[in-house]
């Protein structure tokens, strides 16, 4: 055998390495069942927390307050990368689309797409609202009734998008006062919105592009500094195990489920026309465009169920883009692009169902009978009001703009907030799973989904390394692809 023949058949260091961690991985449960057992424990040790009760002094006990504190850290380590990810992303999607013609195409099928499911989920919240009378079926007191402490606003969408820096970052801070009413200290918090960094990114994008040549040093730094900001970001999503107990435990420690019995037939509507979006209405989008329904949950998995325990859709957007592109099989260029946006707009449960059920048991609390015109205005405000309030988060706003414009008391958002935690799991699963939706199906209708990969999708694939060669290429050439197809089916009826 000669020495060439010899040395080709030596493993190099990094085939060595890959063998050892496969083996080690084999000892190491698979990422969907740490998330399972993590599910399993955070309820234990959230019942062990609430069973313990607060401590003599009336302070939370050391078991929820770990629970908090890891939940937090999770979630503030996620909503520390977004900022930079999103920023980094869309400039680099916005280089890959250079010389692609149908780029401005896929925006505004993305958003006919965000307003389609959209009105799909307000109606089925309507019809639950009507059939199950949730405002007639309660036990809460009047005297619970309280205004809210920030409402939404049609002008919100110019407060939203028009850049108040840079980045959008703003720094806010707040005395914290004892009960003898002495300063007990000072907290300080970085905050950002997303649809800001959105317009900024963009803007840069198309700058770059129209600078030409001497941009390429920058874009050839924002691409490495994307994988960078991918790389820390993986890291911090091994965690999400932990993060979920966190999460959860302290969800179950905290609010308990005993303040669902005033609200329980709200609740029950509310988590119904939840269920309905996600395990009806979803697939059977998906299998009206011959896409396997297992496929899509077993590859959103991950984003889902961060979402459900994060409470948090900003939060879980780098999870819901990763495995919209690492699971799904939509073009990175583009789910760089599709999934930020969502993550601001587009939200089935919070500006959606829960304002069109919340609205109407409001309605029915106080006795004030609803016409044709404002269910129709209720549709109105779930299909454009998440839009126009996407500059500000939680889903008292967009409930708050549809009782604005119903007319109705806003007192009745005080009605509701016991249970807002309980009910905003559910909400932030749901909008996640939209977000997460969207793109493959305008994917598949415009030929660039990896059909093969979104078929074969699996949560372990959340890790799998990148290509850093060819991740780019990819997404670039399917799009240009698509752009044969644009001609075609210019005209497209939905």
Known sequence: MSTSSQSAQQETP?????TKAHTWRRFIPSFSTQI?????????LGWAALEIGPTSSGTDNWLLVTLSTIGSSFVTLLRAVVPPLIFTAIVASIANLRGVANGARLAAKTILWF??????AVTIGIILGLVLKPGTHTSVSLSAAADPSHTGSWL????GIIPSNFLGISASSAIEVDASGAISGITSAINFNALQIIVVSIAVGVAALKTGKKAEPFLSFNESLLRIVQTVLWWIIRLAPLGTIGLLGNAVASYGWGSLASLGTFAVAVYLGLALVLFVVYPVLLRLHGLNIASYFRGAWPAIQLGFVSRSSIGTMPVTERVTHRNLGVPRAYASFAVPLGSTTKMDGCASIYPAISAIFVAQFFGVQLSLTDYLLIAFVAVFGSAATAGVTGATVMLTLTLSTLGLPLEGVGLLLAIDPILDMGRTAVNVAGQALVPVIVAKREHILDEEQYRSASAEDLFAQDDS???????????TAASTHAEADAVETH
């Not at 990094?14 to 890959?18: E, F, G, I």
């Not at 060669?469 to 799009?479: H, I, N």
């Open 14 to 18: 990094a085939q060595v390495t890959d």
């Open 36 to 44: 399972l057992i993590s599910l399993v424990v955070a309820v234990l």
């Open 115 to 120: 307003a389609i499911t959209a009105l799909i």
């Open 156 to 159: 919100d969408f110019l407060d």
């Open 469 to 479: 060669e060819q991740q780019a290429p990819e997404g670039a050439d399917a799009l």
